[in-house]
């Protein structure tokens, strides 16, 4: 499936540790800014591929992201998400699991198509490897979830049905399904504060966990993320599988 070169960029898989040495590089900018030696290394980028895209104009890493297959059972013990959320609903799915994490683009870059293209690949690899969910936690900057109430207010109409609905393992969370309105925000206001990242997962569908995680480690607040792809609207679902096409011709 990968390498291809689509328009001005090349998406392409890591394949050595100078590669990845680029990867922690560009997540330590987006990431942690004060990050030391490690960069933004942890023990899942051992369990995870890395997914890598380029400009062909001067090589330079625009943007990237990991990504782990799993099944239902082992998601609950093996899944970067498992940390902060109690993904035991999780193993009453069935099918293979895709969890998506440290997507980011390059924030001196600012090109629209690196997301798009992230995009892309991730429905390319939906359909390469048969996934029939996908998960990861989506983050907005900072830990105060004031500057973000309307957005909250967003997100209620967009929780998690039930039965595969995380539950909560952070000791410190901000649980904005039974937190109080902001009543003078406006739906353009809350969309304005929505992270792109998660705008995006939000059109194609996606749910969210009823709780936001505030995680002083990476100084964000995140939210669950889910999304079963039968449930992205028939448009979208067109163009993306289009373009997924595209990537695995």
Same mark, same amino acid.
């Given at each position: 499936?990968?390498?291809?070169?689509?328009?001005?960029?090349?998406?392409?898989? /890591?394949?050595?540790?100078?590669? &990845? =040495?680029? %990867?922690?590089?560009?997540?330590?900018? %987006?990431?942690r800014q004060?990050?030391?030696?490690?960069?933004?290394?942890?023990?899942?980028?051992?369990?995870?591929?890395? !997914?890598? #895209?380029?400009?062909?104009?001067?090589? /330079?890493?625009?943007?990237?992201?990991?990504?782990?297959? !799993?099944?239902?059972?082992?998601?609950?013990?093996?899944?970067y998400c498992?940390?902060?959320?109690? !993904?035991?609903? !999780?193993?009453? &799915?069935?099918?293979?699991?895709?969890?998506?994490?440290?997507?980011?683009?390059?924030?001196?870059?600012?090109?629209?198509? %690196?997301?798009r293209l992230?995009?892309?690949?991730?429905?390319?690899?939906?359909?390469?490897?048969? #996934?029939?969910?996908?998960?990861?936690?989506?983050?907005?900057?900072?830990?105060?979830? =004031?500057?973000?109430?309307?957005?909250?207010?967003?997100?209620?109409?967009?929780?998690?049905?039930?039965?595969?609905?995380?539950?909560?393992?952070?000791?410190?969370?901000?649980?904005?399904?039974?937190?109080?309105?902001?009543?003078?925000?406006?739906?353009?206001? @809350?969309?304005?504060? &929505?992270?792109?990242?998660?705008?995006?997962?939000?059109?194609?569908?996606?749910?969210?966990?009823?709780?936001?995680?505030?995680?002083?480690?990476?100084?964000?607040?995140?939210?669950?993320? @889910?999304?079963?792809? @039968?449930? %992205?609207?028939?448009?979208?679902?067109?163009?993306?599988?289009?373009?997924?096409? @595209?990537?695995?011709?």
């Amino acid at each position: 499936m990968f390498p291809v070169r689509i328009g001005r960029h090349v998406l392409r898989w /890591a394949t050595s540790p100078q590669d &990845m =040495a680029r %990867v922690l590089q560009l997540r330590a900018l %987006v990431f942690r800014q004060d990050a030391g030696p490690q960069g933004d290394r942890d023990r899942f980028d051992d369990l995870c591929r890395h !997914l890598l #895209i380029e400009s062909t104009q001067d090589g /330079a890493l625009e943007g990237c992201l990991r990504l782990q297959v !799993l099944s239902p059972a082992d998601a609950e013990h093996t899944a970067y998400c498992a940390q902060f959320y109690d !993904l035991a609903p !999780l193993c009453d &799915m069935t099918g293979r699991m895709l969890e998506v994490g440290r997507l980011c683009t390059h924030p001196e870059r600012a090109d629209p198509e %690196v997301l798009r293209l992230a995009f892309a690949a991730l429905s390319a690899v939906v359909l390469d490897e048969e #996934i029939r969910f996908l998960f990861g936690a989506t983050s907005f900057a900072g830990t105060d979830p =004031a500057p973000y109430l309307a957005s909250f207010d967003q997100l209620r109409g967009r929780i998690a049905p039930d039965r595969w609905r995380p539950r909560r393992r952070a000791p410190c969370v901000y649980p904005f399904a039974r937190a109080a309105s902001a009543a003078t925000a406006r739906r353009g206001a @809350g969309m304005h504060r &929505m992270p792109p990242l998660l705008r995006g997962y939000l059109g194609l569908g996606c749910r969210v966990s009823d709780h936001a995680v505030i995680d002083p480690d990476l100084g964000t607040l995140h939210v669950f993320t @889910g999304l079963e792809p @039968g449930s %992205v609207p028939p448009g979208r679902a067109r163009l993306l599988r289009a373009a997924a096409q @595209g990537l695995l011709q």
